[in-house]
């Protein structure tokens, strides 16, 4: 059964009125894992500075963690109130129980929290963004240095929210032991900017880190062909886990942004990972919310997720979408570019 760490500290992070990134959030996932996960608080404690300090510079969580206090704006998109630190404290305390959690054998771990994370880099601000996009510490990556620091040899980033997760991207760029990949809207039409094909990695991490940017409009039929390639690439890596940077705002709903997937899309997600479980080609996975701004879809596909996690095959909660043939001919030259770098590595 899918485990879900939840704390009412993820709650305790607000965000000015009309702020897409609200408390609510986390609500409606709960509310659609209503009977179908174990639902646990964090079990273990550990130090916020110490444990964020993984993945980011010491002098900017102390500057966050300062401007708790006081609360206020780390830029135009990203705000820190009052409870921002309690939230960060319940999200790093989860980050280590799933940790735990995998090392002991579960093989499905949802964490429901905020903020979220995938924007936020090294210094905070990553790879030029103009903010941080509602991200303070980056939750995806704090929990891999936990996987690789607890004994796993590697593990794979797979970050199917609608933007480019640039925080990650910078954070694991030169290394081969977090394996990046990402699927996301087409860098010229959204927020960061980032996240083209030929950013492959560097050093180490050449051929580790994988850009699918879509362009908008991208429906179903397009996205299940992506899928191919990239569970191929995760079969030759062998990740120990799969950390899933779970953002529900590639859904056709979103008021952000301007892909065309259904939740049918999510849940081939869902079915891939659990095949690479089932088969052995990696130990067990974890989700940790990403963005996401319509109520419902989170609702709904935190409610897939769990029933894919126990088990169930087949789930109809919408019907798929497909592409137009104009936007087919710009996911095409993508798809050749892609095949024509990625040939030499997976
Ligand atoms: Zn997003």
């Known amino acids: 059964m899918l485990v879900t760490v939840h704390d009412e500290g993820y709650l305790r992070h607000e965000t000015p009125s009309n702020h897409p990134e609200s408390p609510n959030r986390v609500l409606s996932a ?26 980011h510079e010491y002098h900017y969580v102390e500057y966050v963690t300062s401007l708790c206090a006081t609360g206020g704006w780390l830029d135009q998109d990203t705000y820190v109130s009052k409870g921002t630190c309690d939230a960060l404290n319940s999200s790093v305390n989860a980050l280590a129980t799933a940790v735990n959690l995998l090392k002991s054998g579960v093989r499905y771990v949802y964490l429901p929290l905020r903020p979220p994370g ?49 925080g990650t991207q910078e954070i694991f760029y030169n290394t081969s032991r ?13 927020y960061p900017g980032t996240g083209y094909v030929n950013e492959t990695g560097v050093g180490d991490g050449e051929g580790f880190n994988m850009n ?25 890596y062998k990740p120990d886990y799969v950390v899933v940077s779970l953002g529900f705002d590639a ?10 997937l259904s939740l049918n899309s999510y ?15 990696t130990g067990g996975s974890v989700y940790v919310l990403e963005g996401g701004y319509n109520s419902d879809v989170i609702k709904q596909g ?12 087949s789930i109809r909660i919408e019907d798929p979408t497909r592409t137009d043939a104009g936007v087919v001919k710009y996911f095409n030259k993508m798809i050749e570019q892609h095949k024509a770098l990625f040939t030499q590595y997976w």
Do not use: W
């Open 251 to 260: 859904h056709y709903l979103d008021p952000l942004t301007n892909l065309n």
């Open 30 to 55: 709960l509310s659609g894992l209503s009977g179908l996960a174990k639902v646990i608080k964090p079990m273990v404690n550990v130090d916020l500075i110490e444990t964020a300090g993984l993945v």
């Open 302 to 313: 935190s409610r897939a997720l769990a029933m894919v996690s126990n088990g169930v095959d």
């Open 267 to 281: 849940i081939e997600v869902f079915l891939m990972i659990r095949r690479l479980i089932n088969e052995g080609v």
């Open 212 to 236: 699918i940017p879509l362009p908008p409009m991208t429906g179903d039929d397009l996205y299940k062909i992506i899928l191919r390639p990239i569970e191929n690439a995760l079969r030759e």
């Open 178 to 190: 977090v394996f990046y990949i990402s699927t996301h809207q087409d860098p010229r039409t959204l």
């Open 118 to 166: 995938h924007h936020a880099g090294f210094r905070g601000r990553a790879l030029m963004a103009s903010t941080q996009g509602f991200c303070i510490l980056n939750n995806a990556a704090i929990i891999s240095s936990l996987l690789l620091k607890g004994g796993a040899s590697r593990v794979a980033v797979l970050d199917i929210d609608a933007h480019h997760g640039n």
